[in-house]
């Protein structure tokens, strides 16, 4: 069984690379026939309607990068999607394709709408992502209490658990702030909770979570899935900062001199716009949040040519953490930039690593909340958070927020610190608080195990 799921997990793969962007339109407008007909195989059905409902809307997004996508022609995917979703009672292994591209793609609906100053998740998305992540864990047997780890992991059953409860958790809320039309808010709310909470006990008697010690969802995190013998924090405390943390704060200064030198030099922000042109989702609007790399996997980038961001880029290049000595996902530095009124829609890493921001343009209404703990940037002050755990910003104030944002490899990455040689490792002990570690990005519990789809 575990050489079927994974031969259908490459498989799948594979076919959906090898459609151009015609076919792959024609496929999704022909579902679920269309993945019947190109795979007989259940295992990889599931993950060939998530690939192919992926490409579709990235390339539909794709058509015109320049400018949003017009109103029709997202309430025209919108709709296809929803009706796609109606006929997940019979074909079950579509559920959680849509469901991850409803969440991806349309949080907010088919276009944002605004209440107090920010925009309002659209509550159809919600339930209905809701329902199909639910119905995903049923499809791939993750309620069974009798599935094998391996089983269990391969099938991604933890990712799976916390999304449903991702959406679960902002359901409930938006239900209890009066997202719907409904007599009696307080009970609409509390029914819903009252079912997440027979969800969370039906979790809690799973083996795999079994010995868990969180309180709720929240405090759920997929690092835990690689170190499991670690402490995990949402938030790290100053005094469990891997050195990284007070190297940046000490050296704010020049990171805070490079953005302003580049600010000045573009004031009308075409650096920022550029990348912004192919947000998919994340934001209500494309240009509410977007970065430009400084550090990335391959080393530093084509901005660090810049007289002004040399100094930067140096400091930065000094560091193992991240960069091309790091091989995690997204491993690198950035500016990034959020604007008045933006939000990041409730989320979560998967992959082994931690989050570094320095506030650099730190304006009061601009807060990161992390397993329900909220925190402010501030000026020249770092926050190491773990993004594996569900996090969302949102923005109040008036002024545009710009931090340096790192991606960097895990304290207790064992296979990242081997990698640091004798000299290092003998400077730089595993913290006590690692226990015994894990293996890291490059020996993950499974295979792909890092890897939504």
């Known amino acids: 069984m575990v050489e079927m799921w994974r031969f259908g997990i490459w498989a799948a793969a594979v076919l959906a690379a090898s459609l151009d962007d015609t076919e792959v339109t024609t496929c999704v407008l022909n579902l679920p026939q269309c993945i019947q007909l190109l795979s007989e195989d259940e295992a990889s059905q599931e993950q060939l309607a998530g690939h192919l409902l992926q490409n579709w809307l990235q390339r539909v997004s794709a058509d015109d990068a320049d400018t949003e996508q017009p109103n029709s022609l997202r309430s025209e995917a919108l709709r296809t999607l929803l009706d796609l979703a109606t006929a997940t009672d019979q ?31 659209s509550l159809q998305v919600m339930q209905e992502s809701f329902l199909l992540h639910e119905r995903a864990l049923a499809v791939a047997g993750c309620d069974l209490s009798d599935l094998e780890t391996e089983e269990f992991l391969l099938r991604k059953c933890p990712w799976r658990w916390r999304f449903v409860l991702l959406i679960g958790v902002e359901l409930g809320l938006e239900l209890a702030r009066g997202g719907q039309d409904s007599s009696d808010v307080f009970t609409t709310a509390a029914d819903f909770f009252a079912r997440l909470a027979q969800l969370w006990l039906l979790l809690k008697r799973l083996p795999f979570f079994a010995e868990m010690t969180t309180n709720g969802p929240m405090q759920l995190n997929q690092n835990a899935d690689f170190f499991p013998t670690a402490r995990h924090w949402p938030i790290w405390p100053r005094e469990h900062w891997p050195d990284l943390g007070t ?105 082994p690593r931690l989050t570094l921001h320095l506030g650099l343009r730190a304006p009061s209404g601009a807060t990161l909340t992390v397993a329900g703990q909220e925190v402010p940037w501030s000026n020249g002050k770092v926050i190491i958070f773990d993004d594996t755990y569900m996090h969302k910003v949102q923005h109040r104030g008036d002024e545009a927020r710009y931090i340096l944002v790192a991606w960097f490899c895990h304290p207790c990455d064992r296979g990242w610190r081997e990698d640091r040689g004798g000299a290092w490792l003998q400077a730089n002990p595993l913290p006590e608080w690692c226990g015994a570690g894990g293996p890291g990005y490059k020996s993950p519990p499974v295979p792909g195990y890092s890897e939504q789809f």
């Open 91 to 121: 074909h079950p292994r579509m559920a959680l394709g849509l469901g991850q591209v409803l969440h991806s793609f349309f949080w907010w609906g088919d276009q944002p709408r605004e209440s107090a100053g920010l925009a309002s998740p």
């Open 247 to 351: 190297f940046v704060e000490r050296h704010s200064a020049t990171f805070r001199a490079g953005l302003e030198a580049l600010l000045q030099e573009d004031p009308e922000g075409h650096h920022f716009g550029a990348t912004a042109r192919f947000q998919s989702g994340l934001t209500p609007r494309k240009e509410d949040w977007t970065r430009i790399k400084l550090i990335h996997s391959g080393g530093q980038s084509e901005l660090c040519s810049l007289p002004f961001l040399q100094p930067s880029c140096a400091l930065l290049a000094q560091r193992s953490e991240f960069g091309p000595a790091c091989g995690t996902y997204l491993s690198g530095a950035s500016f990034a930039r959020l604007m008045p009124g933006a939000q990041l829609k409730p989320h979560f890493g998967t992959h």
